[in-house]
């Protein structure tokens, strides 16, 4: 299996920008989960901006992973959320296309090295109960349900999920 590169997406790069929205194109599924629809135009630009109460900007990144130059992945971390030492992610994203080859896993061990970099030795994510193939990914890779809660703007029940990075 080739492993894609990754970089930090820059939400000031409209290229980067174009990309991310593409990626969301090629993923349609997580949109029809999540909200019900197609992807709209508008998710990259949400992906970027989106934050919980009392977080900045400073403290998301955006990852992009990448195959032979084209975006094909991409994570969405918060460094301290919902508390200090934790790494919210907000989003690993795989086109289509890509899913089910090992890619998630890869892309989860580079957010897991991010974060013990930050001094984060916890992950946490929220999956959708409607996304049982996310939620079977998440359980082989040792996460565990902390509680369930409704997310505003979001399909179903998101099943909050943690674990030790590393």
């Known amino acids: 299996m ?71 992945g991409a994570a969405e971390l918060l460094r301290g959320y919902p508390g200090p030492g934790r790494v919210h992610i907000g989003l690993l994203l795989f086109a289509e296309t890509h899913q089910g080859r090992g890619l998630g896993r890869h892309a989860l061990g580079v957010v897991q090295e991010l974060a013990l970099g930050w001094g984060c030795p916890t992950l946490g994510l929220a999956v959708l109960d409607g996304n049982p193939r996310a939620l079977a990914f998440w359980q082989r890779e040792g996460f565990a349900e902390v509680r369930r809660k409704k997310v505003q703007g979001f399909l179903g029940e998101a099943i909050v999920m943690a674990r030790r990075a590393g």
């Open 2 to 72: 080739v492993l894609p590169s990754h970089r930090r997406l820059d939400r000031d790069a409209p290229a980067d920008v174009a990309a991310l929205q593409a990626l969301h194109a090629a993923a349609p599924g997580y949109s029809r989960i999540a909200h019900g629809r197609d992807p709209d135009g508008s998710e990259a630009e949400e992906t970027f901006a989106s934050l919980p109460p009392g977080m900045t900007l400073a403290d998301k990144c955006v990852l992009g992973f990448f195959l032979e130059g084209a975006l094909v």
